[in-house]
């Protein structure tokens, strides 16, 4: 085999299946004619030299191949927005389903201490998991969609003809702080605050007796442990309300204080989870008002513990979706 | 990055979009990859290989050049010509490539 054929068939190894013979043949004549004319121009037949000057001109055979390929894409500009579009909407239904999932988990088990840390890491890292599984098969999708799909169809930017710049003014919105949003906050954060520090017996379960009302107090001492932090934790939110009240938009600060409340507050649920029931209905003083029998007033007990540490599993789980969207933007998109 | 690399990098980007019309210009008459690379750099334009022939086959796939192959002294060679589309489209570039000049004279003059 001479030179320029192990050339040619070099390249030839480096291009798509479907054009390697024709591109093979049309090396081989462009450089037979080179040779040629480089012949005659020397004034003598072609030689080995000639032959390997040439071909170092030419360049070597992956560069040579590599300019009859287009910009190699494991998924081209054509599908990349759509492949964002599915794996947005896949990762977040994902995480949020398996998320409530793991604080079902949680929240249906008593669970204490280290095997609460163990029950909830084991639970994220297989979110992680699962969340990279349908990374990879979302990419090899679009991957194989990308080398499929003829290049006249499945025009994702066609979307773009339609593009108003009135959207702009939409988006711009989510900084403005509509009035009624912090006013509403701090009352009834404040009314929380009064009812539970002031008169918790009033938080519990009321009914009918006698022509009056009456109630059973649900809060534990556990959760009179946790009061003081809560105090913190609202008091500062209602601060935080009265900068944006003030402010009227959020701002960088306000965005990164609203998210350490946040942290806090799931900080605070967690040690909640992990401890004594917070809320707890006494059989006794149940089955007093005639209301329940002595089996199903411990049940409603029950009951009622496994709903409250539902509920908090489920505000844990929306507000650390919520930070994480909150951090993206801030550090993304700048506000 | 150098300044070298900076004009290397910038004078490609000039002669990309003006390959691309000098080819269609030349090939009203048949002519095959290395003929025209010829022809091209005796008229002052050294277009490398390298750009050539994947231009030529982009051209191609884009309906402006229809190619054939025909043996001529025992070596088969791929002849491209212009095609209809490319003939319908030629006059147009041209005369933006026109009034591309005029506006750059201008600009490169004040």
Known sequence: MT?????????????????????EAELRSTLEDMLEDRGRKAGKPVDDDMVKDLLKEYGPPDKVAATYHPTQYLIGPRLYPFFLFVLRIVLSVLTVVLLVGLGIQIAAQPLQGIELAKTIGSGLAGILGAALQAFGNI???FAILERVL????????????????????????????????PIAAIVFTAAAM?????????????FLQNGGWHSIPVLTAAFFRWLPYLNLLWALQIALNLVLLRQGRWQ????????????????????????????????EALQATGLAAV???????????????????????????QIVKDVVKLIFRRG | MGSTENLENMLQELRRGLIMLAVL???????????????????????????????????????????????????PRRYYVISSEGKKLLPQLKSEWDGMVAVMSRLLRS
């Open chain 1, 194 to 206: 009064l009812v539970i520090n002031g008169y918790p017996q009033l938080v519990g379960l009321w």
């Open chain 1, 3 to 23: 030179l320029v054929e192990l050339y040619v068939a070099e390249v030839g190894k480096r291009l798509p299946l479907r054009s390697r013979r024709d591109i």
């Open chain 1, 295 to 321: 089996g199903n007033a411990a049940s409603l007990n029950d009951v009622l513990a496994q709903a409250v540490r539902t509920a908090i599993a489920v505000v844990i789980i929306v507000k650390g979706v």
């Open chain 2, 25 to 75: 210009s030349q090939l009203g008459k048949q002519q095959y990859g290395y003929a025209l690379l010829k022809l091209l750099a005796d008229k002052g334009l050294a277009v490398d290989q390298g750009t050539l022939y994947p231009l030529l086959r982009r051209l191609e796939g884009q309906g402006l050049l229809q190619s054939a192959w025909n043996v001529e002294g025992g070596r």
């Open chain 1, 139 to 141: 990419a090899l999708v």
């Open chain 1, 252 to 283: 960088a600060a306000t965005k990164w204080s609203s998210i350490a409340l946040d942290l806090a507050s799931i900080a605070i649920g967690l040690a909640v989870l992990s401890g004594p029931a917070i809320v707890s209905l006494s059989p």
């Open chain 1, 150 to 181: 003829p290049a006249s169809e499945f025009k994702f930017d066609e979307r773009k003809k339609e593009w108003d710049p009135a959207t702009l003014i939409k988006r711009s919105e989510p900084a403005e702080v509509k009035l009624w949003e």
